[in-house]
């Protein structure tokens, strides 16, 4: 490593730490200043709201990392642009892949922290940050999904129209028993609310109709109706952040687990596939980052810093819209690859078009 790879990196790597840590502090500041009343009022206590927040760093600085090294690349390299010192390195006889080394050298160094930090450290930092805000804090929790269907077990068949994971109740219950093709039995309640410590959920205002073999039907109403069911409410629904705590092996895991209960899992695959896009897009970010800013302009630093955020924001609104896509897209008959495939595609789609945009850039750079 020369001392010009050394000269940049430092450069690279202390304009990222000084950023990081400003958005943190930033985070941290308006955080505190909008649950202050309720941290008072529950009586938190100082060391644990110490922790809560360093945890909060740790999810900010995972999820902000790529946008931030961006910012920093595109700082710190126009600034020697417009100091005519990367004009020097070049009339020098320098070729711009070389200058281009230290910034990869750089990049692979937070790609491999960010790696560790999405698969292992940031959910078990969001897990403490989750049971904190649980119990200081109060979030309240809201499932948006309606007319929820699981097989709870081989042959029994589950629906909720809308489910409370707070209250821990589904509404407009219908189960139903199946043997093979022939449904044996229905049941319908008003709700069904789960009792843990019982193991068992309660079903009010219940219509309870037998199948018999020969078209016969047996229909029985009770006010109220306990029953040990093989589920539980997060079969139905699970907070995001939930997920957000599981490291990437429990996660496969459970991604596992909910496509054995015939459940959706289009959105945690995303999460999965998106911790590993997600550090390698440092990568393409760099690329586009320094062929933009080595080149001096008129325009000075300011116009470099207003093309990474109109990037950076493009980049986002691109994996959000891909997402979405791909979380709800049906499938043609044509389409080559699996449901799995689709989200492993979407998860790196963004990565790929914006590096085939950092590498017209790169073409064009000053060399």
């Not at 200043?33 to 938190?44: G, P, Y």
């Not at 644990?48 to 390299?77: E, K, Q, R």
């Not at 998860?347 to 000053?366: D, E, T």
Request: a positive charge; charged letters at 20%; aromatic letters at 12%.
């Amino acid at each position: 490593m020369k001392r010009l790879d050394r000269y940049i990196m430092g450069k690279f790597l202390g304009t990222f730490g000084f950023m990081l840590g400003v958005f943190c502090m930033v985070v941290v500041v308006f955080d505190l200043m909008e649950h202050l009343s309720r941290l008072i009022d529950n009586q938190a206590p100082v060391l644990d709201t110490a922790f809560y927040y360093i945890n909060v760093c740790f999810h900010f600085a995972s999820l902000l990392m790529g946008f931030i090294v961006f910012l920093t690349i595109i700082w710190f390299t126009s600034r020697l642009a417009q100091n005519s010192e990367i004009v020097a390195m070049l009339s020098g006889g320098m070729p711009f892949k070389r200058l281009f080394r230290p910034y990869v050298y750089a990049s692979l160094l937070l790609v491999a922290l960010a790696m560790v930090l999405g698969h292992w450290v940031v959910p078990r930092a969001n897990e403490q940050k989750l049971a904190f805000e649980e119990s200081f804090v109060n979030t309240s929790v809201h499932v948006k999904d309606r007319n929820l269907y699981r097989e709870v077990a081989p042959g029994t068949i589950v629906y909720f129209r809308s489910v409370n994971y707070g209250r821990g109740t589904g509404y407009k219950l219908q189960l139903e028993q199946w043997d093979g093709d022939a449904l044996t039995q229905r049941i319908l309640a008003a709700k069904a609310t789960y009792i843990p410590e019982d193991s068992l959920w309660r079903l009010v205002n219940v219509g309870i109709r037998d199948y018999k073999k020969r078209g016969e039907q047996r229909h029985r109403f009770l006010s109220r109706l306990d029953t040990s069911l093989v589920m539980k409410v997060d079969d139905f629904a699970q907070r995001n952040e939930v997920v957000a705590t599981m490291p990437s092996p429990e996660l496969r895991e459970y991604i596992h687990a909910v496509q054995q209960r015939g459940a959706d899992t289009a959105n945690l695959e995303l999460t999965l596939h998106s911790r590993t896009a997600n550090a390698f897009a440092i990568l393409v970010l760099t690329l586009i980052g320094v062929s933009i800013a080595a080149r001096r302009l008129r325009g000075g630093t300011g116009f470099h810093l207003f093309a990474a955020v109109l990037i950076g924001f493009t980049y986002v609104f691109a994996s959000k819209v891909i997402a979405v896509w791909a979380a709800s897209a049906a499938l043609p008959a044509w389409f080559v690859l699996s449901e799995s495939g689709l989200r492993l595609l979407a998860a790196w789609l963004p990565n790929a078009l914006f590096a085939g945009l950092g590498c017209w850039l790169y073409s064009r750079a000053p060399k």
